[in-house]
């Protein structure tokens, strides 16, 4: 199976079927960072999951054991790391965004590899939280993520409904460079994979700097307006990295255009 690229019609992407192929066996099984998992479809970080179902992250990741998959915790949830950890064998990332206070931000590395955790997924494109107009049209309130209790507070102190944007910038290190991930892959010997990654120009520049992974997202499309879909920047940046990290980010056109795995997010809240 491979993919044609229609000129007209917004550049839509279109399925060309080889047909008369033996498909009796097919194996959908990769490998991501040296982790055999059963199908290239990872859990992707959600904050606040308990919005959704009352186990929280608990449930996502024995589903992710089930299934012989990873599944990347984010540092927004409900139930702490250790929780998570305890729960089930699931192959776990961890999530976070670089704290104002990085002491917090290396407590939380230092915990996440205490808890077992494989790699760190370095969320990059949220230094200032975008206007979520579904959150605020809601009056979305922020819970305490676990994982900071003690640390930092990220409940909303509006009264008047939601403010995720207020907990992000009291929160969130809106100074973040390249020359921060270099300091985080000196504090941890687990890999780093960069998310929020859609130009050549910044992948390149993660491998550059020895990242060991990248991720393709726009954030769910709620952090930046008239930003490209993800499997509109895949292409482009896997052939930016030629293969030196794993891209990941549709499930089958992203595959056909280079992806090594999809991360899959089972409710969109503000990851």
Same mark, same amino acid.
């Given at each position: 199976?491979?993919?044609?690229?229609? /000129?007209?019609?917004?550049?839509?992407?279109?399925?060309?079927?080889?047909?008369?192929? #033996?498909?009796? @066996?097919?194996?959908?099984?990769?490998?991501?960072?040296?982790?055999?998992?059963? *199908?290239?479809?990872?859990?992707?970080?959600?904050?606040?999951? =308990?919005?959704?179902?009352?186990?929280?992250?608990?449930?996502?990741?024995?589903?992710?054991?089930?299934?012989?998959?990873?599944?990347?915790?984010?540092?927004?949830?409900?139930?702490?790391?250790?929780?998570?950890?305890?729960?089930?064998?699931?192959?776990?990332? &961890?999530?976070?965004?670089?704290? /104002?206070?990085?002491?917090?931000?290396?407590?939380?590395?230092?915990?996440?590899? @205490?808890? $077992?955790? =494989? $790699?760190?997924?370095?969320?990059? +494109?949220?230094? @200032?939280? $975008?206007?979520?107009?579904?959150?605020? /049209?809601?009056?979305?309130?922020?819970?305490?993520?676990?994982? &900071?209790?003690?640390?930092?507070?990220?409940?909303?102190?509006? /009264?008047?409904?939601?403010?995720?944007?207020?907990? *992000?910038?009291?929160?969130? +290190? #809106? %100074?973040?460079?390249? =020359?921060?991930?270099?300091?985080?892959?000196?504090?941890?010997?687990?890999?780093?994979?960069? =998310?929020?990654?859609?130009?050549?120009?910044?992948?390149?520049?993660?491998?550059?700097?020895?990242?060991?992974?990248?991720? !393709?997202?726009?954030?769910?499309?709620?952090?930046?307006?008239?930003?490209?879909?993800?499997? %509109?920047?895949?292409?482009?940046?896997?052939?930016?990295?030629? $293969?030196?990290?794993?891209?990941?980010? +549709?499930? &089958?056109?992203?595959?056909?255009?280079? *992806?090594?795995?999809?991360?899959?997010?089972? &409710?969109?809240?503000? !990851?």
């Amino acid at each position: 199976m491979h993919l044609t690229r229609e /000129k007209w019609q917004l550049n839509l992407l279109m399925f060309q079927p080889r047909v008369l192929v #033996d498909v009796s @066996r097919i194996n959908i099984s990769t490998t991501i960072l040296g982790y055999s998992i059963l *199908a290239p479809i990872i859990v992707a970080p959600t904050a606040m999951y =308990k919005l959704a179902n009352p186990e929280g992250e608990l449930a996502s990741a024995r589903a992710a054991a089930a299934c012989n998959t990873i599944m990347v915790l984010s540092s927004m949830s409900i139930c702490t790391m250790e929780e998570v950890a305890s729960s089930c064998s699931a192959i776990r990332f &961890f999530q976070f965004y670089v704290t /104002k206070r990085w002491d917090v931000t290396v407590h939380l590395v230092q915990r996440a590899e @205490r808890s $077992g955790c =494989k $790699g760190i997924v370095l969320t990059v +494109d949220t230094l @200032r939280l $975008g206007r979520l107009e579904a959150d605020i /049209k809601k009056k979305m309130i922020s819970l305490q993520a676990k994982n &900071f209790e003690g640390l930092l507070s990220t409940e909303s102190s509006s /009264k008047k409904g939601s403010n995720p944007e207020a907990v *992000a910038s009291e929160i969130f +290190d #809106d %100074s973040l460079s390249w =020359k921060d991930v270099s300091w985080l892959k000196f504090i941890t010997n687990l890999p780093i994979l960069i =998310k929020g990654v859609l130009s050549a120009e910044g992948a390149a520049k993660a491998v550059e700097i020895g990242v060991a992974g990248v991720i !393709v997202s726009n954030h769910g499309a709620c952090q930046l307006d008239y930003v490209p879909a993800t499997i %509109s920047a895949l292409e482009e940046v896997v052939q930016a990295v030629r $293969g030196k990290v794993p891209p990941g980010t +549709d499930i &089958f056109k992203a595959l056909t255009l280079g *992806a090594q795995a999809v991360f899959v997010s089972f &409710f969109q809240l503000t !990851v």
